[in-house]
Nanobody, 123 residues
Framework: QVQLVESGGGVVQAGGSLRHPCAASGRFLSTYEMGWFRQAPGKELEFVAAIGWSGTNPYYADSVKGRFTISRDNAKSTVFLQMNSLKPEDTAVYYC????????????????WGQGTQVTVSS
């Protein structure tokens, strides 16, 4: 089993920033791709970003491209989501996920999930 623990959520004003770590433990392998998803109230789970084991060529949802940056520290088994220029529509519960077994933008592709952490952006 792999455990994922997220932190860094909170309340921030529009235009502000948050840095969101997700630490992996257990049978986590540094070769696992890691991703971030979010779910806003009343909406489906949405892909945000993903990154391969080497940390190169990350990819993003169009809605966050240019504002969010995903990165990872394999020595610490941790993935980060740096969120800048936050908007009220970014308000959601954010989840990290790992061990991808299918298309990266599909939530069903990931075997392990964190517990989620709330991000609220006030206008």
């Amino acid at each position: 089993q792999v455990q994922l623990v997220e932190s860094g959520g909170g309340v921030v004003q529009a235009g502000g920033s948050l840095r969101h770590p997700c630490a992996a433990s257990g049978r986590f392998l540094s070769t696992y791709e890691m991703g971030w998803f979010r779910q806003a109230p009343g909406k489906e789970l949405e892909f945000v970003a993903a990154i391969g084991w080497s940390g190169t060529n990350p990819y993003y949802a169009d809605s966050v491209k240019g504002r969010f940056t995903i990165s990872r520290d394999n020595a610490k088994s941790t993935v980060f989501l740096q969120m800048n220029s936050l908007k009220p529509e970014d308000t959601a519960v954010y989840y990290c996920a790992t061990d991808r077994r299918g298309p990266a933008r599909q939530s069903t592709s990931y075997a392990y999930w964190g517990q989620g952490t709330q991000v609220t952006v006030s206008s």
